[in-house]
């Protein structure tokens, strides 16, 4: 199986701030990288596929990278509805693996 | 639009089943899978298995294999995840989610059924 580590595991940041958040496979996965963000009490919303295509009506401050075993995601202007936890995905191979999660808060 | 409307909270006792329903709508069934994913209180997101909506096939968790099972009735758009055997730290919050293929992105998600097993 892949193993997907995220860090940090949490952060806090104020209104405005530029948040980056890092996830490393434990082997190459070719991009097959997504993320997703979940507010407490609701089911995760997708965000970006193929590490750095955003899906439609996802704001544009959000933003991804990365190639092999290492990408990130970036918020570069955190806003208030943003406060949440988020969590990369691979979907190279069966089982799909997530990332343990980096939860943003408020600062 | 699409949506996924899954069954309501359950509460089992320790060794019995439970079976989630997700019924889906504004896409063709057949050509998307259903995948399950858990999460327990606090914890992050566990992948449990796909079901191919066209013809029914499945992948499952290794850990799970032996207590899931995975279904779907296409003439109702319905997806069905059936969990025996369970155990208190079976108690999560199961969402079901389209993807095309077992390896493909989750792009749309159920509102989550909360499972508590309990004695």
């Keep these: ?107 | 639009q699409v949506q996924l409307v899954q069954s309501g909270a359950e509460v089992k006792k320790p060794g019995a089943s439970v079976k989630v329903s997700c019924k889906a709508s504004g896409y063709t069934f057949t050509s998307y899978g259903i995948s399950w994913v858990r999460q327990a209180p606090g914890q992050g997101l566990e992948w449990m298995g796909w079901i191919s909506g066209y013809n029914g096939n499945t992948y499952y968790a290794q850990d799970l294999q032996g207590r899931v099972t995975m279904t779907t009735d296409t003439s109702a758009s319905t997806a069905y995840m059936d969990l025996r055997s369970l155990r208190s730290d079976d108690t999560a919050v199961y969402f079901c989610t389209r993807g095309r293929y077992s390896s493909s992105t989750l792009d749309y998600w159920g509102q989550g059924t909360l499972v508590t097993v309990s004695s």
Excluded: H
Aim: glycine residues 10%; charged residues 15%.
């Design chain 1, 1 to 107: 199986d892949i193993q997907m580590t995220q860090s940090p595991s949490s952060l806090s940041a104020s209104v405005g701030d530029r948040v980056t958040i890092t996830c490393r496979a434990s082997q190459g996965i070719s991009s097959s990288l997504a993320w997703y963000q979940q507010i407490p009490g609701k089911a995760p919303k997708f965000l970006l596929y193929a590490a750095s295509r955003l899906e439609s009506g996802v704001p544009s401050r959000f933003s991804g990278s990365g190639s092999g075993t290492n990408y990130t995601l970036t918020i570069s202007s955190l806003q208030p509805e943003d406060f949440a936890t988020y969590y990369c995905q691979q979907y190279y191979s069966t089982p799909l693996t997530f990332g343990g999660g980096t939860k943003v808060e408020i600062k």
